[in-house]
């Protein structure tokens, strides 16, 4: 629900800015809300990098995106980037291979630095192109200011089908420079997705756990080693609801209770159509 108001806004946005309503302008690359701004930490480090100067409002407009970021992780890519919504809806229509991808972080963090290093090189905003966020934005602000399209409809095509149809989201898993920045300002006390082996009652079976098949990126939550990736969507918290409560959203590290509550689900039980 959040993501599609996410992407309703998105729209919202140049429709008031035709109607003279600017109390709201931009996109997810930078956002102003009355005088609050919202900058995107991949756009602002881009600007850093080809101009080597610090911008003092791009830098405020850091302070919630990265505060955000640092208690809770990504969390950004799981309810507020339309392109994630975008995905789901695709993979609806295309369900996967049902593989489980292991999670990788030094190559996670090399492919962030080879982005980074690729900005340095270029000369031009590079990073602009592959912000799916702010592409997003951009298509309808083009669709509605100018009344056409551009490169960023195409990219993002492109990148739907090749990322959802054929690579099973490697883009969100592994490649997105968005995420992965934002990842890397997570404080390690801060919101995680913790599992207690003792709570879990489902199948040890990655391919047949309904937590791993809930999951939308194709990762283990029941492994130790789900971040970077991970963007705390919470989906297989929700699943494992009806299983034990083995996986747990905490906060500052706090650990999940080693009591098995899955007696408590056969005395009280729960209809799944309910939730």
């Known amino acids: 629900m959040i993501q599609v108001l996410s992407l309703a806004f998105l729209v919202m946005i140049p429709i008031l800015n035709v109607l003279k309503i600017t109390f709201v302008t931009g996109n997810y690359y930078s956002l102003r809300i009355w005088k ?11 600007d850093f990098l080809l ?18 970021a640092f208690f809770a992780g990504k969390i950004f890519c799981s309810f507020i980037c339309p392109y994630n919504l975008l995905a789901e809806w695709l993979r609806k229509i295309f369900p996967g291979k ?13 492919i962030l630095v080879g982005w980074l290093i690729l900005a340095a090189l270029a000369g031009f905003p590079i990073l602009y192109f592959v912000s799916m966020p702010g592409q997003i934005g951009v298509f309808f602000s083009d669709l509605i ?4 399209v ?8 492109v990148l739907l089908a090749l990322d959802v149809v054929v690579f099973n989201r490697i883009w969100c ?28 009652v489902c ?20 492994s130790n080693k789900i971040y970077p990736s991970c963007f ?44």
């Open 173 to 200: 898993r592994e490649l997105c420079p968005v995420g992965a920045l934002l990842q890397r300002f997570h404080y390690k006390k801060g919101l995680i997705v913790s599992y207690s082996e003792m709570d879990c």
């Open 145 to 148: 200011f100018l009344k056409m």
């Open 51 to 68: 101009t080597l100067s610090l911008n003092r409002t791009l830098l405020l407009g850091l302070i919630i995106p990265v505060g955000i």
């Open 203 to 222: 199948s040890m079976n990655e391919t047949e756990s309904p937590c791993v098949m809930r999951c939308p990126i194709h990762i283990n939550p029941k």
């Open 98 to 110: 049902g593989r489980v991808y292991p999670v990788h972080s030094r190559r996670y963090w090399g």
């Open 150 to 157: 551009g490169t960023e409809s195409l990219i993002i095509v």
């Open 232 to 275: 705390n969507c919470g989906e297989c918290v929700k699943e494992c609801y009806f299983y034990g409560e083995a996986l747990k959203m905490n906060f500052m590290n706090l650990t999940a209770n080693l009591t098995p509550r899955y007696q408590l689900r056969k005395e009280e039980p729960i209809k799944k159509e309910e939730m």
């Open 36 to 46: 609050i701004e919202f900058v995107d930490p991949l756009f602002a480090l881009q």
